[in-house]
Protein backbone atom coordinates (compact mmCIF):
# COMPACT_ATOMS: atom_id res chain seq x y z
CA UNK A 1 0.00 0.00 0.00
CA UNK A 2 0.77 3.79 -0.13
CA UNK A 3 3.80 5.13 2.13
CA UNK A 4 4.93 8.11 3.06
CA UNK A 5 7.90 8.39 4.85
CA UNK A 6 9.54 11.66 6.70
CA UNK A 7 13.29 12.00 7.59
CA UNK A 8 14.42 12.89 9.94
CA UNK A 9 12.24 11.50 12.69
CA UNK A 10 14.00 13.78 15.30
CA UNK A 11 15.40 16.84 15.02
CA UNK A 12 16.87 19.09 18.16
CA UNK A 13 18.45 23.05 16.87
CA UNK A 14 19.60 25.82 18.70
CA UNK A 15 16.99 28.41 18.38
CA UNK A 16 17.66 30.52 15.69
CA UNK A 17 18.91 27.30 13.41
CA UNK A 18 17.39 26.54 10.37
CA UNK A 19 15.25 23.28 10.00
CA UNK A 20 14.18 21.26 7.24
CA UNK A 21 11.92 17.77 7.12
CA UNK A 22 11.87 15.59 4.14
CA UNK A 23 8.57 14.06 3.04
CA UNK A 24 8.64 11.13 0.68
CA UNK A 25 6.09 9.03 -0.82
CA UNK A 26 5.68 5.01 -2.36
CA UNK A 27 3.35 6.51 -4.89
CA UNK A 28 2.08 9.87 -6.77
CA UNK A 29 -0.15 12.31 -4.38
CA UNK A 30 -2.34 14.43 -5.82
CA UNK A 31 -1.63 16.89 -3.08
CA UNK A 32 0.34 17.13 -0.37
CA UNK A 33 -1.05 18.62 3.08
CA UNK A 34 1.20 19.64 6.19
CA UNK A 35 0.28 19.72 10.26
CA UNK A 36 1.68 20.34 13.11
CA UNK A 37 1.10 18.80 16.38
CA UNK A 38 1.54 20.63 19.48
CA UNK A 39 2.69 18.08 22.59
CA UNK A 40 -0.34 16.72 24.00
CA UNK A 41 -2.24 18.41 20.95
CA UNK A 42 -4.17 17.79 17.76
CA UNK A 43 -2.54 17.88 14.26
CA UNK A 44 -3.50 21.25 13.04
CA UNK A 45 -3.49 22.01 8.98
CA UNK A 46 -0.86 23.94 8.22
CA UNK A 47 -1.01 24.53 3.85
CA UNK A 48 -1.67 22.60 0.83
CA UNK A 49 0.08 22.05 -2.17
CA UNK A 50 -1.38 21.00 -5.31
CA UNK A 51 0.46 21.75 -8.28
CA UNK A 52 3.90 20.28 -9.56
CA UNK A 53 7.21 21.96 -7.84
CA UNK A 54 4.89 24.23 -6.31
CA UNK A 55 6.53 26.35 -3.40
CA UNK A 56 4.61 27.99 -0.89
CA UNK A 57 5.41 30.50 2.51
CA UNK A 58 4.02 31.45 5.52
CA UNK A 59 6.44 33.50 6.63
CA UNK A 60 9.64 31.69 8.33
CA UNK A 61 7.79 28.25 6.97
CA UNK A 62 8.65 27.24 2.95
CA UNK A 63 6.84 24.42 1.67
CA UNK A 64 7.56 22.71 -1.80
CA UNK A 65 5.99 20.14 -3.78
CA UNK A 66 8.52 18.13 -5.99
CA UNK A 67 8.02 18.16 -9.43
CA UNK A 68 6.93 14.37 -9.80
CA UNK A 69 4.74 14.95 -7.00
CA UNK A 70 6.46 12.18 -4.57
CA UNK A 71 7.99 14.27 -2.45
CA UNK A 72 7.85 17.40 -0.42
CA UNK A 73 9.66 19.24 2.29
CA UNK A 74 9.21 22.04 4.86
CA UNK A 75 11.76 24.61 5.83
CA UNK A 76 11.54 26.88 8.59
CA UNK A 77 13.61 29.59 9.11
CA UNK A 78 15.43 31.08 12.23
CA UNK A 79 13.57 28.46 14.55
CA UNK A 80 11.82 29.98 17.27
CA UNK A 81 10.71 28.05 20.83
CA UNK A 82 7.26 28.00 19.36
CA UNK A 83 7.86 26.16 16.55
CA UNK A 84 8.55 23.29 18.94
CA UNK A 85 6.00 20.24 17.82
CA UNK A 86 6.05 17.08 15.39
CA UNK A 87 5.28 18.32 11.65
CA UNK A 88 3.55 15.62 9.48
CA UNK A 89 2.84 15.81 5.96
CA UNK A 90 -0.39 13.72 4.48
CA UNK A 91 -1.40 13.05 0.62
CA UNK A 92 -4.17 11.87 -1.22
CA UNK A 93 -2.96 9.56 -3.74
CA UNK A 94 -6.28 8.53 -5.95
CA UNK A 95 -8.92 8.00 -3.26
CA UNK A 96 -10.21 10.16 -0.78
CA UNK A 97 -8.18 8.65 1.75
CA UNK A 98 -5.46 11.17 3.83
CA UNK A 99 -2.56 9.11 4.53
CA UNK A 100 -0.05 10.73 7.33
CA UNK A 101 3.62 10.71 6.35
CA UNK A 102 5.64 9.63 9.95
CA UNK A 103 6.78 13.04 11.11
CA UNK A 104 9.66 14.87 12.11
CA UNK A 105 10.05 15.98 15.62
CA UNK A 106 11.77 19.19 16.13
CA UNK A 107 13.22 20.53 19.82
CA UNK A 108 13.78 23.83 20.06
CA UNK A 109 16.61 24.95 22.85
CA UNK A 110 16.70 28.53 23.82
CA UNK B 1 -16.60 27.81 9.71
CA UNK B 2 -15.68 24.13 9.38
CA UNK B 3 -15.83 23.03 13.10
CA UNK B 4 -15.47 19.51 13.76
CA UNK B 5 -15.75 18.47 17.62
CA UNK B 6 -15.37 15.75 19.14
CA UNK B 7 -16.28 14.01 22.30
CA UNK B 8 -15.51 13.29 25.32
CA UNK B 9 -12.04 14.70 24.95
CA UNK B 10 -10.78 12.01 27.14
CA UNK B 11 -11.99 9.06 28.73
CA UNK B 12 -10.71 6.45 31.14
CA UNK B 13 -12.50 3.11 31.19
CA UNK B 14 -12.18 -0.26 33.16
CA UNK B 15 -10.81 -3.43 30.74
CA UNK B 16 -14.16 -5.09 29.01
CA UNK B 17 -16.19 -2.05 29.33
CA UNK B 18 -17.27 -0.21 25.41
CA UNK B 19 -16.96 3.47 24.70
CA UNK B 20 -18.08 5.50 22.52
CA UNK B 21 -16.48 8.21 20.65
CA UNK B 22 -18.79 11.33 18.91
CA UNK B 23 -17.48 13.31 16.28
CA UNK B 24 -19.72 16.09 15.23
CA UNK B 25 -19.19 18.94 12.29
CA UNK B 26 -20.94 21.64 13.34
CA UNK B 27 -21.13 24.28 10.66
CA UNK B 28 -21.44 22.14 7.85
CA UNK B 29 -22.42 18.56 6.40
CA UNK B 30 -20.43 15.82 5.83
CA UNK B 31 -21.20 12.54 4.25
CA UNK B 32 -17.84 11.29 4.80
CA UNK B 33 -15.75 11.23 7.43
CA UNK B 34 -12.41 9.25 8.65
CA UNK B 35 -11.71 7.97 11.77
CA UNK B 36 -7.71 7.63 12.44
CA UNK B 37 -5.82 6.35 15.42
CA UNK B 38 -2.89 8.15 17.26
CA UNK B 39 -0.59 6.03 19.79
CA UNK B 40 2.07 7.60 21.24
CA UNK B 41 4.83 9.29 19.43
CA UNK B 42 3.66 7.90 16.37
CA UNK B 43 1.60 9.02 13.28
CA UNK B 44 -1.77 9.29 12.64
CA UNK B 45 -3.11 5.75 11.02
CA UNK B 46 -6.36 5.51 9.32
CA UNK B 47 -8.81 3.25 10.95
CA UNK B 48 -12.08 3.69 8.77
CA UNK B 49 -14.11 5.68 5.93
CA UNK B 50 -17.51 6.46 7.81
CA UNK B 51 -20.02 6.96 4.74
CA UNK B 52 -23.39 8.28 6.09
CA UNK B 53 -26.10 5.98 5.30
CA UNK B 54 -23.84 3.24 4.36
CA UNK B 55 -21.60 0.83 6.14
CA UNK B 56 -17.98 2.03 6.73
CA UNK B 57 -14.92 0.56 5.26
CA UNK B 58 -12.29 -0.12 7.46
CA UNK B 59 -8.63 -0.03 6.80
CA UNK B 60 -6.76 -3.88 6.77
CA UNK B 61 -6.05 -5.15 10.05
CA UNK B 62 -8.51 -3.04 11.72
CA UNK B 63 -11.52 -5.35 13.01
CA UNK B 64 -14.87 -4.06 12.22
CA UNK B 65 -16.89 -5.70 14.98
CA UNK B 66 -14.91 -4.28 17.60
CA UNK B 67 -14.55 -0.49 16.37
CA UNK B 68 -18.16 -0.46 15.57
CA UNK B 69 -18.90 2.51 13.34
CA UNK B 70 -22.34 4.53 12.65
CA UNK B 71 -22.98 7.81 10.44
CA UNK B 72 -26.23 8.15 11.06
CA UNK B 73 -26.33 12.06 9.66
CA UNK B 74 -24.93 14.32 7.97
CA UNK B 75 -23.60 15.95 10.75
CA UNK B 76 -22.68 12.89 13.31
CA UNK B 77 -20.58 10.07 13.16
CA UNK B 78 -19.47 7.90 16.31
CA UNK B 79 -16.79 4.85 17.05
CA UNK B 80 -17.55 2.40 19.62
CA UNK B 81 -14.52 0.48 21.14
CA UNK B 82 -16.22 -2.86 22.35
CA UNK B 83 -14.84 -4.81 24.66
CA UNK B 84 -11.78 -2.42 25.39
CA UNK B 85 -8.37 -3.80 26.32
CA UNK B 86 -5.31 -1.88 27.24
CA UNK B 87 -3.83 -1.87 23.74
CA UNK B 88 -6.60 0.12 22.57
CA UNK B 89 -5.17 2.42 24.79
CA UNK B 90 -4.55 5.65 22.13
CA UNK B 91 -5.49 9.17 20.80
CA UNK B 92 -8.91 8.98 18.21
CA UNK B 93 -9.08 11.21 15.90
CA UNK B 94 -11.69 11.92 13.66
CA UNK B 95 -12.04 14.09 10.49
CA UNK B 96 -14.97 15.37 8.15
CA UNK B 97 -15.29 16.40 4.19
CA UNK B 98 -17.22 19.45 4.21
CA UNK B 99 -20.16 18.13 1.45
CA UNK B 100 -20.51 21.58 -0.22
CA UNK B 101 -16.87 21.52 -0.86
CA UNK B 102 -15.40 21.70 -4.36
CA UNK B 103 -12.40 19.68 -3.41
CA UNK B 104 -12.70 16.21 -1.95
CA UNK B 105 -9.00 16.95 -0.85
CA UNK B 106 -10.17 19.45 1.84
CA UNK B 107 -10.32 17.75 5.19
CA UNK B 108 -10.91 19.19 9.05
CA UNK B 109 -9.72 17.75 11.79
CA UNK B 110 -11.16 17.39 15.40
CA UNK B 111 -9.49 17.60 18.58
CA UNK B 112 -8.91 14.42 19.52
CA UNK B 113 -10.23 12.28 22.12
CA UNK B 114 -7.95 10.64 24.70
CA UNK B 115 -8.67 6.86 25.59
CA UNK B 116 -7.14 5.21 28.72
CA UNK B 117 -8.08 1.90 29.34
CA UNK B 118 -7.12 0.33 32.72
Known amino acids: GQQVMQIPQYQHVQEGEDFTTYCNSS?????IQWYKQRPGGHPVFLIQ?????EVKKQKRLTFQFGEAKKNSSLHITATQTTDVGTYFC??????????FGTGTRLQVFP | GAVVSQHPSWVICKSGTSVKIECRSL??????MFWYRQFPKQSLMLMAT?????????EQGVEKDKFLINHASLTLSTLTVTSAHPEDSSFYIC??????????????FGPGTRLTVL
Open chain 2, 95 to 108: SARDISSGSWNEQF
Open chain 1, 27 to 31: TTLSN
Open chain 1, 49 to 53: LVKSG
Open chain 1, 90 to 99: AGHGNTDKLI
Open chain 2, 27 to 32: DFQATT
Open chain 2, 50 to 58: SNEGSKATY
